[in-house]
């Protein structure tokens, strides 16, 4: 199966194109890596195709409910908007922000 690049990295801040939410990239998988069951229970004119990058992000929607969520590319833009996260997980994951305002993932200390 070919795969596609990338898009988005680690730490960048991402927004959801279809439902209002937003979250920071904390993991990658390069391909779909969940089960089909979760996939299936999308529905099927939007369900996202297996062979490109899924994200694990910590969302926040405008009610400031925070969650993970498992997200295509295809489904992701960049959030420029640079609201302030409420995530209790962003200061257990990252340590600050870069120039671009990415954050930066803390250096395992094992």
Do not use: C
Request: hydrophobic share 35%; aromatic share 12%; proline share 6%.
């Amino acid at each position: 199966m070919d795969t596609k690049p990338a898009k988005f990295k680690l730490g960048q801040v991402v927004k959801h194109k279809l439902f209002f939410f937003r979250g920071i990239i904390f993991d990658v998988d390069p391909i779909f890596d969940n089960t089909d069951e979760w996939l299936e229970r999308i529905p099927e004119e939007r369900r996202p195709k297996k062979d490109q990058p899924f994200y694990h992000i910590l969302a926040e929607n405008e009610d400031r409910s925070v969650y993970i969520a498992y997200v295509s590319q295809q489904n992701l833009e960049k959030d420029n908007s640079n609201e302030p996260f409420t995530h209790p997980s962003v200061k257990l994951i990252f340590n600050g922000n870069d120039e671009e305002g990415n954050f930066i993932l803390k250096q395992s200390t094992n």
